[in-house]
């Protein structure tokens, strides 16, 4: 059996696997981030989220959020070794887990939208090119993390129809001072802000809501899908829940700038376990 992981900022799906289709185990734990946690921390985040069970496990294909250097990858790479006795261990990005999941061995761009944003043009084996998110401060764009946060941006500047901001408030039961506490003085601002991204997909009928999505979506395709070529030539696939939830808005916009929309799903898990097996398989024979 092989153990595939796909972590985000928000959580991390799991799934065993064996050679065949109907050969798999699906889990849920919460984010692994070796940007704001160490071994220990993953270590015993395992320890109480992972059932506990005994496990034989070939290999691990760990892909996650921060996994982005040698150095930083071996920061979950260790833990994992040492919770599932597995000496063979895997770790790459979340932007590798879109891409092998929605593109295969085929190229294509490949594209993230959850509580963070991505993006890349996979020539079918790797990562070809890739505009850097950023993060939270400084891009993001599109994301669930910065469409909170401009919702409540405009709440709190009075952007908003004043029956939109009322039943906000009603809905979160939330003040001013505590919206910018969380934002600037607790940990995690981005999950904070990606919480309320749950209003917009409520009240998407409305025409300021659907404006500031697709404004939203506009600039995460100026400002980071646009600047690969290849994104005129080639289908632009999307995994995460705010490109599930809002694919119809994110359709329009990609269209209206000459793009092409291909796969679009919540979680990237099912098309990575099936690139693994047909691996596995492939070694088998």
């Known amino acids: 059996m092989i153990l595939i992981a ?11 696997a064996g050679s065949v289709q109907q050969e798999r185990r699906f889990i849920q734990t919460s984010g692994i981030n070796p940007y704001y946690q160490q071994e220990p921390d993953i270590f015993e985040k395992l320890s109480h989220e992972f059932p506990q069970e005994k496990w034989d496990i070939k290999a691990i294909y760990f ?16 833990p994992l070794s ?14 590798m887990a879109a891409a092998r999941s929605l593109c295969g061995r085929q190229p294509g761009i490949a594209c993230i939208l959850g509580t963070g944003s991505n993006s890349c043009y996979y020539d079918g084996e790797n990562i070809a090119k890739q505009v850097s998110p950023l993060g939270f401060l400084l891009g993001d764009e599109g994301s669930g993390a910065v469409l909170g946060r401009t919702l409540l941006s405009d709440v709190l500047k009075n952007q ?15 003040t ?20 309320f991204s749950r209003f917009l997909c409520q009240h998407i009928g409305q025409p300021e809501i659907q404006e500031l999505v697709s404004n939203g979506f506009r600039a995460f395709f100026i400002r980071n899908v646009l600047q690969y070529p290849e994104a005129l030539l080639y289908p632009v696939h999307f995994s995460g829940s705010i490109a599930f939830y809002f694919s119809d808005i994110l359709t329009q916009t990609a269209i209206s700038l000459g793009m092409q929309t291909g796969k679009i ?21």
């Open 265 to 285: 799903v919540k979680d990237p898990i099912e098309g990575l376990v099936d690139y693994h097996q047909q691996i596995q398989r492939k070694k088998t024979y």
């Open 160 to 174: 908003l129809p004043a029956g939109l901001i009322t039943l906000f408030y009603e809905e979160y039961q939330t």
């Open 63 to 78: 892909y996650g959020a921060g996994c982005t250097s040698q150095a930083v990858n071996q920061v979950v790479a260790n």
């Open 6 to 16: 796909d972590s985000g900022s928000t959580k991390t799906t799991w799934c065993l």
């Open 82 to 95: 040492r919770f599932f006795g597995t000496p063979e261990v895997h770790v790459f990005s979340d932007l």
């Open 176 to 195: 001013p001072a505590e919206i910018m506490e969380n934002i600037y003085k607790k940990p995690f601002p981005n999950r904070y802000a990606a919480q």
